[in-house]
């Protein structure tokens, strides 16, 4: 197994290059830059080309490619295009932004070359792949299980929010209450005191009546 061809560029711009074997891995490689830029976003992608397979990290305008045998696979592959990302970036800084075609190419060829070795011959290359594999795979859990706690932080939020609502109603309820025995108290004790008061008044009426005038004569002799 092995990685037989690695590239770094900006947009279709090749800064460094390097190949193990005689092949045409570079104008594979250029065509494979034409498609891959057509867009703004970052990416990772895999290409298949007769027995070998080209991989592709993209990420903020810079692209590290590079070609190797299906038996490499994939997350060895992308740890080594992760490793030549870094090692470029710290190495060159603002200068990839302005850097023309091959500029990097005399000294960090020799560095691909020598991380190409490290990942197609050295067994602690590929257990650090799958360390870095499985490291991924526990973070996308963490975060995983990191959303569903907030989940059911902001369930639990909405419950305290609820719970207050329902706290707030029911004491505006208890006042509403209160306030409308109140009114059905007076209204009560303002309708007896008119019947008590219509009541005396339709005797007094019945009496005067009886009694031969408003004053009672009859009845007060």
Request: glycine share 4%; hydrophobic share 40%.
């Amino acid at each position: 197994m092995g990685i037989f061809y690695g590239m770094v560029a900006r947009g279709q711009v090749v800064m460094a290059e390097f190949s193990t074997t005689q092949s045409n891995a570079s104008v594979i490689a250029k065509q494979i830059l034409d498609k891959v830029n057509q867009g703004n976003s970052d990416s990772n992608a895999s290409y298949s080309h007769d027995r070998y397979i080209f991989h592709v990290k993209r990420t903020d305008g810079l692209t590290v490619l590079c070609m190797a045998d299906d038996a490499c696979g994939r997350t060895t592959s992308f740890s080594f295009l992760e490793d030549i990302h870094q090692r470029f970036v710290k190495t060159y800084g603002r200068s990839i932004l302005s850097a023309p075609a091959y500029a990097m190419n005399d000294e960090f060829s020799r560095v691909l070359s020598q991380q190409m070795d490290y990942y197609s011959n050295d067994p602690n290359a590929d257990r650090l792949s799958r360390l870095k594999g499985e490291m991924s795979q526990v973070r996308t859990v963490m975060i995983d299980n990191i959303d569903k706690v907030l989940d059911r932080g902001d369930r639990l939020a909405l419950l305290v929010e609820k719970t207050s609502n329902m706290h707030g109603n029911a004491i505006r309820f208890k006042r509403q209450s209160r306030r409308f025995k109140n009114t059905i108290w007076w209204r009560n004790v303002r309708l007896t005191v008119m019947y008590i008061v219509i009541l005396f008044l339709v005797m007094y009426i019945v009496l005067a009546f009886l009694c031969h005038g408003p004053l009672l004569p009859s009845c007060l002799k």
